[in-house]
């Protein structure tokens, strides 16, 4: 595959924009990029096991949940500091995934759907039940302070998920993903040793997660389990991906920057509008444009025709 | 003695677990619709069962007609003018748009009744009797009973009459029934309808035995899956006894490891079903 430098060009430029950013913005907008971010960088990791695999994982929270908890254990139990705390909280997610996917992984379709989402609950019935992450009443982390390194650490993350995601779309092994989507058997026909495949996609999928939760955790300066093992954080994960379009680069991206930013507006006003903007948009994009935005991007063509013809293909 | 009671206890709660597994059991397998909202589903219920109770006063028993009649009428809008547009598309849509539909349920009930904890609570919610040292509350033998009406009167209806039979023949095979001349979106939304009231009907009956809240469908969702891979997909007498197994497990787990861990025992139950045992308990074929 030939590197197209259009895009690298307009990456380096927007992340040149960013960097310079925070000194300029309103503490409110560096906030909500700060936020845009991590949502980008979950989407962009869940798209490494729900859109490459095609394992369609409705429990990634649980991966952003243990990065966030064993971060901010570390952080305050053990007085570790951000810079080595934040890479241990990522590692723990990714063992977590690793080992949690190699018996979780055999199951395929509704049933690991449903697996991931129980994976997800138990984690957070685990942790309400624990001594160590502070049972139901949370943690506390040290204190806050300036939020520019966050901004400038989701944006690193958000920067290394989505460049991963782009060495997934032509590389070996990111073929060999993709033809697990395709034909699971067909894949292992061809040699390719799928559970090992399947279960590194999800240890990096659960990795970046994990980052992403040990900042967050350092951020807000308060987890509890409510907080963070939320079924909606797995949904934003998932629509984010869906509306930009699943199995692609700048796909889920595109779909948080979209998303996180008329979610933003809506919640203004008041948190459950927000949270039924979701639930209507997951229900509109299934419908009209289930392949995603990257769909019209490529045919270069937003027509209602097109939408009507979505709408019409699955009907019964 | 202590094991009888939390054996009896069991049971009279496993009864519930089947009658919820039964309508999503339904769904899934004449659709190959994994419905997620099938809790949110439940908790409409449980709420239009507090609302009348509340409201007017209406017996909790008396108004689960009323329940389930609303219910079906909502199921089957929501199938017919929502889900039939994507029924056929990849499980991951299908998925997803049921999900879709639980946030918006679950949000919408949220704003328009609060997310305080209701209770319904009749006069006779503490009476209980004792036979020999064992202690049964009314409430829950009514409960009980009331899921094993409800149950067979729903076999009946799927095995005996023509529009069981029309169900089961679109389950088979959706060309045939419709050369056949079944009206297969009419049937489809009829068959998401019987699993919705099913599911209000579990709703009205939770409601006397625990609290109710927005949110409380999620967890609910996941046990009726449990329930219905446990006692082998599509099977409705499975759905029964999955229901029944894990209302044991559970009572049994609550009462000697603790209550803390309700979910992730079911989980685990599924889980271990899932490896063990892939058809389910009652299962023939896989379906996987």
Not at chain 1, 128 to 137: D, F, P, Q, V
Not at chain 2, 55 to 84: E, H, K, M
Request: proline share 4%; charged share 10%.
């Amino acid at each position: 595959m030939k590197t197209r430098w259009a895009p690298v060009a307009a990456g380096v430029v927007v992340l040149a924009v960013l960097a310079a950013a925070p000194a300029a913005l309103s503490p409110f907008l560096v906030q909500f990029l700060i936020n845009l971010f991590m949502l980008a960088a979950l989407a962009e990791s869940w798209n490494i096991i729900g859109g490459f695999t095609g394992y369609a994982s409705f429990g990634n929270v649980a991966f952003f949940g243990v990065g966030a908890y064993a971060t901010g254990i570390l952080l305050t139990r053990a007085a570790w500091p951000l810079a080595l705390a934040l890479p241990a909280g990522g590692a723990v997610a990714m063992l977590f995934a690793g080992l949690i996917g190699m018996p979780i992984l055999r199951l395929k379709g509704h049933y690991f759907a449903i697996a991931t989402l129980g994976v997800a609950e138990t984690m957070r019935e685990i942790v309400y039940n624990l001594e160590i992450t502070g049972a139901g009443t949370g943690l506390v982390m040290p204190i806050s302070r300036s939020p520019i390194p966050f901004f400038y650490l989701m944006l690193g993350i958000l920067v290394a998920a989505t460049l991963v995601n782009r060495w997934l779309s032509a590389s070996r092994f990111g073929y060999g993903l993709i033809a697990i989507r395709e034909d699971e058997d067909a894949a292992a026909a061809m040699g390719i040793n799928t559970p090992l495949y399947k279960t590194l996609a999800f240890a990096l999928s659960g990795a970046f997660a994990g980052l992403a939760g040990g900042v967050f955790a350092d951020w807000i300066t308060f987890i509890d389990p409510d907080g963070v093992f939320k079924v909606s954080t797995t949904i934003q994960m998932i629509i984010m991906a869906v509306f930009g379009g699943m199995g692609t680069v700048v796909g889920p991206l595109l779909g948080a920057v979209v998303l996180a930013s008329i979610s933003e507006l809506l919640s203004t006003q008041l948190v459950s509008l927000a949270e039924l903007f979701n639930g209507l948009v997951v229900i509109l994009v299934v419908l009209f444009m289930p392949k995603g935005l990257a769909e019209f991007i490529r045919k270069r063509e937003f027509s209602v025709r097109q939408l009507v013809r979505n709408l019409r293909e699955y009907r019964v | 003695m202590l094991a009888l009671q939390v054996l009896i206890n069991g049971i009279l709660l496993g009864g519930l677990y089947g009658l919820m597994a039964l309508g999503m059991s339904l769904i899934w397998g004449v659709m190959n619709i994994v419905n997620i909202a099938h809790g949110a589903l439940i908790m409409l219920g449980a709420y239009l069962t507090f609302w009348l109770f509340t409201l007017w006063g209406w017996d909790p028993f008396v108004s689960l007609p009323v329940t389930i009649a609303l219910l079906f009428v909502y199921g089957y809008c929501l199938q017919r003018y929502l889900l039939n547009l994507i029924v056929r598309a990849q499980l991951f849509l299908t998925l997803l748009i049921t999900f879709g539909v639980e946030v918006v349920m679950v949000n919408l009930v949220r704003v328009a009744w609060s997310s305080d904890l209701r209770q319904v609570t009749p006069a006779y919610a503490g009476a209980h009797f004792k036979v020999g040292g064992i202690t049964v509350p009314y409430v829950r033998l009514w409960v009980f009973l009331t899921t094993v009406i409800l149950s067979v009167t729903f076999l009946l209806i799927l095995e005996k009459t023509r529009l069981g039979r029309a169900i089961r023949a679109t389950s088979e095979e959706l060309r045939a029934a419709r050369l056949a001349g079944i009206p297969v979106a009419h049937i489809y939304a009829i068959t998401f309808g019987l699993g919705a009231a099913l599911a209000g009907a579990a709703g009205g009956l939770w409601g006397m035995l625990f609290p109710i809240t927005p949110i409380m469908g999620g967890g609910l969702t996941l046990k009726s899956f449990v329930v219905a891979v446990l006692g082998g997909l599509g099977t409705m007498m499975g759905a029964i006894v999955g229901g029944l197994v894990l209302g044991i497990a559970e009572s049994f787990s609550a009462t000697y490891l603790g209550p803390t861990y309700p979910n992730a025992i079911s989980f685990g139950l599924l889980v271990l079903i899932l490896i063990v045992r892939p058809t389910g308990l009652v299962g023939r074929r896989g379906s996987a």
